[in-house]
């Protein structure tokens, strides 16, 4: 589906909002007010579709100052965000070219949601881990402040070796899941050679505690998969220091589609001011790509910017879609 009109008449505004309604959260911002309307104190999203066979019909309520509120079928959910569990979506904004160039925090964060999306069973790791590593940390300032002894931290140390080595084996398989993929879309987008590799440290207790010196008087834990990073690379070319723009963002664009293709049901795509940096070539090919996966929203300011038909255009005009 083709979403067009001019310059800021609301089209991210309309992929924000089928993303709040399908994954309880905003793409761009933590802050829900900004979600609402300017002027009102209050907004509601709902949609109507089919997941694989079924209807489905979901509402997100949004109040000032008070938690959302999500409905699937008529059925309040625990939270907003568990609609993540319900439905999958893989957004593309320019933002996202931060997942190549920007610091390994944003690329960690990246690859564990993607690792979530894969392996759902799983999905508490990452949290798990970085709980568990909150409180060691904690445990760890107690210690120096001589508010307990060394012995205190051993659970701790414990844990953190068995969430730490789970956690990098469950991005380890993530990874080399998607890998394959990402090269494939990758050449066909004309970004050759892309690889990615994991620079990973798993927290085993004899390292931890050869650094336990280090890490009571700094506080924090210095070894484990929270400072790890995912090499992007084309060939021998780093594309996190020396990745043009549009190479980031072919990267951040094969990055999805590989992923969308390894989800055991096609998710919702949802495709913000990707064409009209792409030259012809790459959006044909981008076009032909898309045309053979699930649901799909690609925003332009014109029609002429898809070289192929879409099933649907939407074009957006202030204040109202048609
Ligand atoms: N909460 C809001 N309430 C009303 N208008 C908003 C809100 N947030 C952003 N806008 C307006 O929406 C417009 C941007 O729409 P956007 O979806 O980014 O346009 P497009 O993607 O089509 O260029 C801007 O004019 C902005 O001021
Ligand atoms: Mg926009």
Avoid: C
């Avoid at 949004?62 to 979506?89: D, F, H, I, W, Y």
């Avoid at 944003?106 to 508490?124: E, H, M, S």
């Avoid at 990758?186 to 990973?200: C, K, M, N, S, T």
């Avoid at 495709?271 to 981008?286: A, N, Y």
């Amino acid at each position: 589906m083709l979403v067009v009109g001019r310059n800021g008449v609301g089209k991210t505004n309309l992929l924000e909002s089928l993303h709040v309604a399908t994954q309880g959260f905003s793409p761009r911002t933590r802050q829900d007010t900004q979600l609402i309307r300017f002027g009102e104190s209050a907004g509601r999203i709902v949609l109507e579709g089919h997941r694989a066979t079924s209807p489905i019909e979901i509402s997100v309520t949004l109040r000032q100052g008070q938690a959302k509120e999500a409905k699937l079928n008529g059925a309040k959910l625990p939270s907003a965000e568990s609609l993540r569990r319900e439905v999958s979506t893989l957004v593309f904004t320019p933002d996202r070219l931060a997942v190549v160039k920007g610091g390994p925090a944003a690329r960690r964060a990246y690859f564990d949601r993607v690792l979530a999306r894969l392996f759902p069973a799983r999905a508490g790791v990452p949290q798990d881990y970085l709980a568990t590593l909150a409180q060691r940390n904690a445990a760890l300032r107690r210690v120096q402040l001589g508010l307990s002894g060394r012995d205190a931290l051993e659970p701790w140390t414990e844990r953190i070796a068995e969430l730490g080595a789970a956690l990098v084996e469950q991005r380890r398989v993530a990874l080399t899941q998607l890998a394959p993929g990402f090269a494939e879309r990758a050449d066909e987008l004309g970004l050759p050679d892309a690889r990615l590799e994991y620079d990973a440290h798993p927290p085993t207790v004899e390292l931890l505690e050869a650094r336990l010196t280090r890490d009571l008087e700094r506080g924090t834990t210095g070894v484990g998969p929270h400072l790890d990073d995912v090499l992007v690379a084309s060939g021998d070319r780093d594309l996190r220091q020396y990745g043009s723009q549009g190479e980031q963002r072919l990267a951040v664009l094969s990055l999805l589609l590989a992923e969308a293709e390894l989800l055991p049901t096609p998710p919702l795509l949802l495709l913000d001011d990707v064409l009209s940096e792409l030259d012809l070539g790459r959006r044909e090919v981008l076009a032909r790509r898309l045309a053979g996966m699930g649901q799909t929203m690609i925003t332009a300011t014109h029609r002429s910017a898809l070289p192929i038909e879409p099933s649907q255009v939407v074009e957006v005009e202030p204040g109202a879609a048609k």
